[in-house]
């Protein structure tokens, strides 16, 4: 629940804020309102940021020299990290 739950504590605050006329003694839901869009917004903030990281690493692939001694070849094979294990 990453960007999803910020966009939620928007909306709610934002309902919360602007939406809602009850009156409770001692007790302001306008500003309850207020923090939770405020949350939300670092919540979201903080959202895009993991997902801008978690995108930036990359395995570099890994390379397999195979020499041939009969034939005086070498074979070279290039595997990515997402690649199934050869058996």
């Known amino acids: ?4 739950g910020g966009i939620i504590l928007i909306m709610l605050g934002a309902i919360l804020t602007w939406a809602v006329e009850f009156d409770i003694a001692g007790f302001d839901i306008n500003v309850v309102g207020v ?9 979201l903030l903080f959202a895009l940021y993991r997902l801008r990281v978690a995108r930036r690493v990359v395995q570099p692939p890994t390379t397999t020299v195979i020499e041939d001694p009969v034939t005086q070849r070498r074979v070279y094979e290039e595997r990515h990290y997402d690649d199934p294990p050869v058996v």
């Open 1 to 4: 629940m990453t960007i999803a």
């Open 35 to 43: 923090i939770l869009m405020l949350g939300g917004l670092v919540w």
